[in-house]
């Protein structure tokens, strides 16, 4: 029998060779009790099923222009890194004989999921006042790419660790007052620059730009 655990190490074992290096599992119920019904997800009939959730830090960027520069990317194609991230994970997530619902990040209705109230219902994130994830490792530099439903029991989970929540001074919140005001992509780096965790997981600056 399949376990949960399994799924979440077979799945953490297969996707960071392409550097998904953000991979946290829970049970379902734990995230659809906290979000309104059309952002809900499939339980398969029971709240404690498993749902696994990836992400990447700036480890899965040279893997991406790698693809870049053996052709595989089509960098004139609408969302080229999206296009990459759904090829490069959908089979690899994939459990024979495991049923399972596979939900992206960029999903639009009926199939969207409040990805940082995920991550924080199963223990891999805080959202901090900047409307930020904020990772007790990576700080804010981290982005939620897929979530996976399977029809296998998930491990009861801890609320993340105290980042935004034991930040005193918090200056990501005038880093975002003045992107607000400010309107440019820049600006918003900015706010994650604020963060003081996570200063050595700074995206590459290719990662930034594109």
Request: hydrophobic share 45%; net charge neutral.
């Amino acid at each position: 029998m399949t376990t949960g655990d399994t799924i979440i190490e077979t799945v953490r074992a297969r996707v960071a060779p392409a550097g998904f290096s953000l991979v946290a599992g829970g049970q379902v119920g734990r995230y659809n009790e906290v979000v309104d019904a059309g952002y809900r997800l499939p339980d398969f009939g029971g709240d404690d099923r498993l749902v696994v959730l990836i992400g990447n830090d700036r480890s899965n960027w040279p893997a991406f222009e790698a693809a870049v520069a053996a052709g595989d990317v089509d960098l004139s194609a609408p969302h080229p890194f999206d296009r990459w991230v759904m090829r490069t994970l959908a089979p690899r997530v994939d459990i024979e004989g495991v049923r399972s619902e596979l939900r992206w990040v960029h999903d639009g209705p009926p199939r969207m999921v409040a990805m940082q109230r995920l991550a924080t219902a199963i223990g891999l994130a805080e959202t901090g006042p900047a409307a930020l994830g904020a990772h007790p490792t990576v700080g804010t530099w981290f982005a939620l790419r897929a979530a996976i439903v399977y029809d296998a029991r998930g491990p009861i989970t801890t609320p993340p660790p105290p980042t935004c929540s034991a930040c005193v001074h918090q200056p990501c919140v005038p880093a975002m007052t003045r992107a607000l005001d400010a309107r440019s992509w820049q600006a918003w780096v900015a706010v994650r620059d604020a963060c003081p965790i996570g200063k050595d997981h700074r995206y590459h600056e290719g990662q930034i730009a594109f």
